[in-house]
């Protein structure tokens, strides 16, 4: 079974903050993702990667970044929590060389700002 | 600008009604459509669709694609309770190598 594991359910942290949030994948997936959800603007694209060290820009970067030194891990960084960066967060990865375009997610980590 | 749009954004019915939910597309490079359910957690998959007119089945759901008109449907029927969730479909772009979702339909089954 694939497992994405994000590194905590829930968080709570100050506005001004530096954050990160943690992604391992166990299967080899070549690419990883970070979405943001909120009420009825579905899965936003922030940052992706297709490989170790690259990234590539998603749709709402602003506010965020991203690190991947090893291909199981992927990791997104708030620089400086803003209380608009409160949602919830999902890591996802796939491995499109093998046909697997269909993403497995982590079971996401709800950030609150305050 | 890719974009996935689906539609209604929420919809409620009775148990035992069937339900149709849509999805279209604009993307520069397709390469594969997926669906997703949504409950409390994290999203689970339902669907990969590639090709166009190829019916897939599972139990009371089933899904088709149609690449010329750029856009798929999610069929439920003889729905029942457990299918209230969030039903997510993304496209997954060639050569970008990403994935981009729409905003979701929340369906709701009433008893």
């Known amino acids: 079974d694939v497992k994405v594991t994000q590194s905590s359910r829930y968080l709570v942290k100050r506005t001004g903050e530096k954050v990160f949030l943690e992604c391992v994948q166990d299967?080899?997936?070549?690419?990883m993702f970070w979405y943001r959800q909120d009420p009825g603007l579905g899965l936003r694209l922030i940052y992706f990667?297709?490989?170790?060290?690259?990234?590539e820009k998603g749709d709402i970067p602003e506010g965020y970044s991203v690190s991947r030194e090893k291909k199981e891990r992927f990791s997104l960084i708030l620089e400086s929590a803003s209380t608009n960066q409160t949602s919830m967060y999902l890591c996802?990865?796939?491995?499109?060389?093998?046909?697997?375009?269909?993403?497995?997610f982590g079971q996401g980590t709800r950030l609150t700002v305050v | 600008e890719d974009k996935v749009v689906q539609s209604p954004l929420s919809l409620v019915v009775h148990e035992g009604d069937t339900v149709t939910l849509n999805c279209s597309y604009e993307?520069?490079?397709?390469?594969?459509l997926l669906w997703y359910k949504q409950e409390k957690k994290a999203p689970t998959f339902l669907f990969m669709l590639?090709?166009?007119?190829i019916e897939k089945k599972s139990g009371r759901l089933s899904s088709i694609l149609d690449k010329k008109e750029l856009f798929s449907i999610l069929n439920i029927t003889a729905t029942q309770t457990g299918d209230s969730a969030v039903y997510l479909c993304?496209?997954?772009?060639?050569?970008?190598?990403?994935?981009?979702f729409g905003q979701g339909t929340r369906l709701t089954i009433n008893p």
């Open positions: 990667s297709y490989d170790v060290k690259m990234k």
């Open positions: 993307v520069t490079n397709f390469r594969s």
């Open positions: 299967m080899d997936h070549e690419n």
């Open positions: 993304a496209v997954y772009i060639q050569g970008a190598q990403k994935l981009v």
């Open positions: 996802a990865s796939t491995s499109p060389g093998t046909g697997q375009t269909e993403a497995f």
């Open positions: 590639t090709s166009s007119g």
